[in-house]
């Protein structure tokens, strides 16, 4: 079953009409914080670990920034 629910998000998201939104200065400050010493960061998605991989790659292709972290729920 989750191999089928992956298969219809990465449809979703090479989708055409799709549009993938990622406000303004979120890259900016997960720079600023990977850039940090003092600092882990980490995303907790819900979500099974190849679909978060593939909605932050389609929101990183979109947006000029390869900035990302995935994790399995």
């Given at each position: 079953?989750?191999?089928?629910?992956?298969?219809?998000l990465r449809g979703e998201?090479?989708?055409?009409?799709?549009?993938?939104?990622?406000?303004?200065?979120?890259?900016?400050?997960?720079?600023?914080?990977?850039?940090?010493?003092?600092?882990?960061?980490?995303?907790?998605?819900?979500?099974?670990?190849?679909?978060?991989?593939?909605?932050?790659?389609?929101?990183?292709?979109?947006?000029?920034?390869?900035?990302?972290?995935?994790?399995?729920?």
């Amino acid at each position: 079953m989750l191999a089928r629910y992956v298969g219809h998000l990465r449809g979703e998201l090479a989708g055409s009409s799709h549009r993938t939104l990622v406000y303004p200065g979120v890259h900016a400050v997960l720079d600023a914080l990977e850039a940090r010493d003092d600092c882990v960061l980490g995303l907790l998605t819900g979500n099974v670990e190849e679909g978060a991989r593939l909605k932050l790659r389609s929101a990183a292709a979109r947006s000029g920034s390869a900035t990302g972290f995935a994790a399995s729920a």
